[in-house]
């Protein structure tokens, strides 16, 4: 299931591990264990998500957090390049703001 | 991920702001996937229209399917699709090969299709891509994707790529529905849209020539060239959105 009902504030260790849960969860177990997912790592380089499963991504965000980050209308702000370059700490960054 | 089931086949949707009364549909282009509108176009379209995108058969995250990549079988998709989800007509938009679909959907359900928008939409009777599918095996597409200006991507995207390239040139029946509408643009059927259409080029773009062909084609019909080639949706993502929002608009102001 997509979605989950969280309480209360995340800190950023546990934005990360949930972020990294939702990319396991794209890509597969199997490649999952095979990246060093790390606040650094990019989508498109590092971690190698095409651009489906940022959608299916981006979907597993909007699902858990609903209407209090809106996510996609913060990556709609970003051009082709910036979105490729994208890194899982800054998605963190921008999550624990909107919280 | 929204996974409907359309006449008993899995297909990957996606929608955005469904309280909204006029409907858009976004087709994708071939080998490619709703991501296409999914950052940057359909956000726009999204602050005043109910936005539906698809992922095509075979691609994205929709099932994979051996035959029916001929332009009735894809338009009879779109219209199962849009009934399936209760939409009677809706404006539509279509890229590349997506335009195509949207353009026989014009043609053969006239009723359905309110507007139009084609986004460097090709003459399917250009040689260029079926050489490219006969051409192609997994040498040719490491070689594109790390040509010139390219970023050079990893085993796992390439192996993704190759396995949905290989699928569809090899197990299904693309090349040779996809040539058999060599004559589309010939078809006395494309005189006979009377809906308002917006073409959209890039000023770059092989198919620029197809948009000036369909220009002289549909009667009512505007033809806009961006700066750019044919990943203009890439390049001018902000632009087409936001003039694809006016252009549909418009008509809703004078309804």
Same mark, same amino acid.
């Given at each position: 299931m997509d979605t989950i009902?969280?309480?209360?504030?995340?800190?950023?260790?546990?934005?990360?591990?949930? #972020?990294?849960?939702?990319?396991?969860?794209?890509?597969?177990?199997?490649?999952?264990?095979?990246?060093d997912i790390s606040m650094e790592s990019s989508f498109n380089k590092d971690l190698e998500m095409d651009s489906i499963e940022i959608v299916a991504f981006s979907?597993?965000?909007?699902?858990?957090?609903?209407?209090?980050?809106?996510?996609?209308?913060?990556?709609?702000?970003? $051009?082709? $390049?910036? #979105?490729?370059?994208?890194?899982l700490g800054m998605i963190v960054k921008f999550i624990e703001t909107c919280q | 991920m929204p996974i409907i089931s359309v006449n008993n086949r899995d297909v990957h949707i996606q929608e955005?702001? %469904?309280?909204?009364?006029?409907?858009?549909?976004?087709?994708?282009?071939?080998? @490619? +996937?709703?991501?296409?509108?999914?950052?940057?176009?359909?956000?726009?379209?999204?602050?005043h229209f109910h936005v539906v995108m698809y992922d095509l058969k075979s691609h994205g995250m929709s099932e994979k399917i051996t035959t029916g990549y001929d332009l009735n079988s894809l338009t009879d998709d779109v219209a199962h699709l849009m009934e399936r989800l209760s939409i009677s007509s809706a404006y539509l938009a279509g890229y590349s090969f997506g335009g195509l679909i949207s353009l026989k959907m014009a043609v053969r359900f006239p009723h359905r299709v309110k507007k139009l928008v084609l986004i460097d939409a090709p003459n399917p009777n250009d040689d260029k891509t079926r050489m490219m599918m006969d051409a192609y095996n997994r040498e040719s597409l490491e070689n594109y994707l790390? @040509?010139?200006?390219? %970023?050079k991507p990893g085993k796992r995207l390439i192996d993704r790529k190759h396995r949905l390239y290989e699928h569809l040139f090899? =197990?299904? %029946?693309?090349?040779?529905?996809?040539?058999? =509408?060599?004559?589309?643009?010939?078809?006395? =059927?494309?005189?006979?849209?009377?809906?308002? %259409?917006?073409?959209?080029?890039?000023?770059?773009?092989?198919?620029? =020539?197809?948009?000036?062909?369909?220009?002289?084609?549909?009667? +009512?019909?505007?033809?806009?060239?961006?700066? @750019?080639?044919?990943?203009?949706?890439?390049?001018?993502?902000?632009?087409? @959105? +936001?003039?694809?929002?006016?252009?549909?608009? +418009?008509?809703?102001?004078?309804?």
């Open positions: 009902v969280t309480a209360g504030k995340l800190n950023n260790e546990e934005i990360f591990n949930l #972020l990294k849960q939702f990319i396991t969860e794209v890509i597969g177990e199997e490649f999952a264990e095979e990246m979907e597993k965000i909007k699902a858990h957090f609903g209407d209090k980050i809106d996510f996609t209308g913060w990556l709609s702000d970003m $051009d082709i $390049d910036q #979105l490729i370059a994208l890194k | 955005l702001n %469904t309280a909204a009364s006029e409907t858009i549909l976004l087709v994708h282009g071939m080998l @490619g +996937n709703l991501s296409v509108y999914y950052f940057r176009i359909a956000p726009i379209l999204a602050k790390n @040509g010139p200006n390219k %970023t090899h =197990e299904t %029946t693309i090349k040779r529905d996809v040539m058999g =509408e060599r004559d589309f643009f010939s078809a006395a =059927e494309i005189a006979q849209v009377k809906q308002e %259409t917006l073409l959209l080029y890039g000023c770059y773009s092989p198919c620029l =020539e197809a948009g000036e062909s369909l220009k002289g084609k549909i009667s +009512n019909a505007a033809l806009v060239a961006l700066n @750019g080639d044919h990943d203009i949706p890439l390049q001018e993502p902000e632009k087409i @959105g +936001n003039m694809m929002e006016s252009f549909f608009r +418009n008509q809703m102001a004078q309804a």
